[in-house]
């Protein structure tokens, strides 16, 4: 089992910057891939990033077009927490995110199924005003 709990969500003008913690606890595996959805009023649930891992070392990082050159997701090890640094934000990602995590190996080769993930954080609502 694996529990996620989001913060970092709030309110930010078009143009600014927020960052999103992801507080992982439970049991882990050498296949252990993290990442972030979102989901709009009166939209479909849509991947943003994720980062693969291999033992203590980050693997592949992937991001959706919206996002890349904006968006990072990283980690630390120590504080078992996955971030999303949210850069140049516009109207467009106001929504709820939501941290993912999957220690199948099921996500590890397609990171932006969600049916992949068997364990999704509450979310944190993210809203970017014009």
């Known amino acids: 089992q694996v529990q996620l709990v989001e913060s970092g969500g709030g309110l930010v003008q078009a143009g600014g910057s927020l960052r999103l913690s992801c507080a992982a606890s439970?049991?882990?595996?050498?296949?252990?891939?993290m990442g972030w959805f979102r989901q709009a009023p009166g939209k479909e649930r849509e991947f943003v990033a994720a980062?693969?891992?291999?033992?203590?070392?980050?693997?592949?990082?992937d991001y959706a077009d919206s996002v890349k050159g904006r968006f990072t997701i990283s980690r630390d090890n120590a504080k078992n927490t996955v971030y999303l640094q949210m850069n140049s934000l516009n109207p467009e990602d106001t929504a709820v995110y939501r941290c993912?995590?999957?220690?199948?190996?099921?996500?590890?080769?397609?990171?932006?199924?969600?049916?992949?993930?068997?364990?999704w954080g509450p979310g944190t609502q993210v809203t970017v005003s014009s």
């Open positions: 980062i693969r891992r291999s033992g203590w070392n980050d693997g592949s990082l």
């Open positions: 439970g049991r882990t595996s050498s296949r252990y891939v």
């Open positions: 993912v995590a999957d220690t199948s190996g099921s996500a590890y080769t397609a990171p932006r199924d969600r049916i992949r993930y068997a364990y």
